[in-house]
């Protein structure tokens, strides 16, 4: 159906929803789109006009923040593949993702949503995340425009960040993503400035104008206060159906105050849209099987665990005894299915397929012995006729190594709220420390999708593996890695702090309607960098196996693009995989610039006693940066200092190129 052949009434009625998920049919006189949440998977609802209900099963993924961690941008486009083989098999157009915000705030209720505290590596992976969707036949939906960098009165409060961090950090994940051209673009629930998100007319303009973002613009659920002024900012859809928005709507056309021309703009965006989400559907077979969409839950969490901390106790050994504790490393026990042990809570919740895993038995399974196993603690304080620390110290003081399973969850990591505090516990610390007091090879697996303050007892194990919140085969996988039938290759994509405390969010001021991003643009790694103050554990550090070291850095470039090459050897008898990060230095500014930023990357495996040589090419717009007082992107002439590393703070090579009327120089 074209445009004018709808009437006015169903113009207003096509920009408004049908009903908590679907776009209108007009009683199945044209198609329309349905809509699912996904973060770990999609969750569709058991009734498709409204969330009450409950949902439907779906394979369960590992968090977006865990793929990411990956740092993998084939399994990034796997990944999405496998969600809109999903989507589609439940009767589903549009996904909602993938989640760009910047983790900011250690603190947000939704980081296990997002991908990454740094806009290069977040658009990067969310533009091949889109990539793959699409390619599928499901459309994607990035989200939120923008700023929604925590969960603290969302409704209602204003993000004030001046305009160059905004292009810098904020915009820039979406203006890469849309680089692979979604189909729609979600707004934000918050105020960005003093402007709600879905009024956001300012940002729209840059999506559209100098992005080229020719989709939908969406709005989050129930993010539009007056549909008017929503709809004459840019916004196409409101989402989903309010009797009362819709009303208003009505009477403001009526009153003159919205012309059937603007009305227009928006419906045939609606109308674009059902129409390109069939046409990706047309003779689209599902690429993968539901078997092996299960199965690959456990390659993406294999490939996301992060080993923070060994000092040779990991992997196991065969033979060694073994002691575990922790209600996390048995969410399926006591006849009490507990998921929300090992997953985020909100929208983001899946119901998962397969029966929860249990890390006990996975453990004797694998490793090959019994294991003394103690619950030490629940995850609330309220199971408590279960719990017996005492015990899992008695057990820990006469095995081998001691493992425990520790974290957060869905009652405290959520869409709506934000954590109170970084620290995992009382409960949970006592039993880190006391367990570790009697036995010194003590391992901590970590069941959280953001930050964990581990100053008491970090100096006090003798490993840390950080598992996210891990999917249906999750368990398997951290197996594979305690056991060393996995080499752990995963890497953080934010800064762990020691404390709260120490991170940019905690020092800004902020009230109940205002938050002001004081740091500017020192967000993550750009503020520990810049400010010389030493996280926990640095952007980009994940430990490995083997041993990487890096030689012979190169740089060429024929005057447009630079190529950046140099050797990573595996060093030790275990075959790995390395991820190497290129930063770029800007030596000589007049204008203020972190230290460093993240320009380049690439995961590179490397068989043991081998080289390989690494290839990383940056364009102009790895060196530019927004000027305020010219009001577009500017490169400076002059030199750059091109740093490779394992990490943010482990800078393994240098190399100097300069910069003379945007073009690249070498030798210096």
């Not at 299960?294 to 996301?304: C, K, L, N, P, W």
């Not at 969010?505 to 503020?527: F, M, P, Q």
């Amino acid at each position: 159906m074209k445009i004018n052949e709808l009437t006015i009434e169903q113009k207003l009625r096509l920009i408004c929803g049908k009903d908590c998920w679907n776009t209108c049919d007009f009683d199945g006189k044209i198609p329309s789109v349905k809509t699912t949440d996904a973060s770990m998977g999609i969750r569709m609802p058991v009734d498709p006009e409204k969330w009450t209900d409950g949902d439907k099963p779906s394979v369960a993924y590992p968090s977006l923040q865990m793929l990411c961690n990956t740092w993998d941008t084939d399994m990034a486009r796997t990944y999405a593949e496998c969600v809109a083989d999903d989507c589609l098999d439940a009767g589903a157009d549009v996904v909602l993702g993938p989640g760009v915000n910047i983790k900011r705030d250690p603190l947000c209720g939704r980081s296990f949503e997002y991908l990454s505290e740094d806009p290069f590596l977040a658009g990067v992976m969310a533009r091949e995340y889109v990539k793959g969707m699409q390619s599928e036949g499901a459309g994607a939906c990035v989200k939120h425009f923008c700023c929604n960098n925590a969960e603290l009165n969302r409704f209602q409060q204003s993000s004030d960040v001046d305009e160059r961090t905004l292009r810098e950090i904020y915009y820039k994940p979406f203006e890469i993503a849309l680089q692979a051209k979604p189909v729609s673009v979600m707004s934000s629930y918050n105020r960005i400035n003093g402007v709600y998100g879905s009024e956001y007319k300012k940002g729209y303009d840059v999506l559209r104008n100098e992005y080229g973002f020719d989709g939908l613009i969406m709005s989050d659920w129930d993010a539009v206060r007056d549909r008017t002024s929503a709809a004459k900012a840019g916004l196409d859809l409101e989402m989903p159906y309010s009797e009362n928005n819709y009303e208003k709507l009505v009477q403001d056309y009526n009153d003159g105050k919205i012309t059937e021309k603007e009305i227009d703009v928006l419906a045939e965006r609606v109308l674009d849209v059902v129409e390109r989400c069939k046409q990706m559907q047309k003779g689209k077979k599902r690429k993968h099987t539901l078997a092996e969409r299960i199965a690959f839950t456990q390659t993406v969490e294999r490939e996301g665990i992060v080993l923070l901390k060994n000092n040779g106790v990991l992997p196991l050994e065969k033979g060694q005894s073994l002691s575990m504790c922790g209600w996390f490393a048995r969410p399926c026990a006591y006849n009490r299915k507990r998921p929300e042990l090992v997953c985020g809570g909100g929208s983001g919740k899946v119901e998962r397929l397969t029966p929860m895993f249990d890390m006990l038995e996975i453990m004797k399974r694998e490793h090959g012995s019994d294991i003394a196993y103690e619950p030490a603690f629940s995850d609330d304080g309220v199971d408590g006729a279960f719990m017996n620390a005492g015990k899992a110290v008695e057990n820990a003081a006469v095995s081998d190594v001691n493992i425990v399973f520790a974290g957060t969850g869905a009652y405290k990591e959520s869409e709506g709220g934000d954590r109170p505090t970084m620290n995992n516990g009382i409960a949970q610390t006592r039993t880190i420390l006391d367990t570790a007091s009697v036995n010194p090879n003590t391992v901590v697996v970590l069941f959280a999708g953001a930050p964990i303050d581990m100053s008491e007892w970090i100096d006090k194990v003798a490993a840390v593996v950080y598992a996210g919140f891990p999917g249906e085969n999750g368990g398997d996988a951290i197996a594979d890695v305690l056991t060393g039938k996995v080499n752990p290759c995963g890497k953080l994509s934010e800064t762990f702090p020691v404390r709260y405390e120490d991170s940019p969010a905690a020092k800004s001021r902020n009230d109940s309607k205002v938050t002001r991003y004081e740091e500017g643009l020192l967000v993550g790694y750009r503020y520990f960098d810049t400010c010389g103050i030493l996280p926990q554990f640095p952007f980009g550090h994940g430990l490995s196996y083997a041993k990487f070291e890096y030689a012979d850095i190169r740089s060429e470039s024929d005057g447009n693009t630079l190529d950046i090459t140099f050797d990573v050897k595996n060093a030790s008898k275990i075959d790995g995989k390395e991820i190497s990060q290129v930063y770029v230095r800007a030596l000589s500014s007049y204008v203020t610039r972190p230290y460093k930023e993240l320009k380049g990357f690439a995961k590179t495996f490397v068989r043991a006693g081998t080289t390989e040589r690494v290839k990383v090419t940056l364009d102009k717009n790895a060196f530019e940066y927004w000027s305020t007082a010219k009001d577009r992107w500017d490169i400076e002439d002059g030199a750059y200092e091109i740093l490779v590393g394992a990490s943010a703070q482990d800078i393994r090579l240098k190399a100097k190129v300069k910069m003379i009327g945007s073009r690249f120089f070498i030798g210096i």
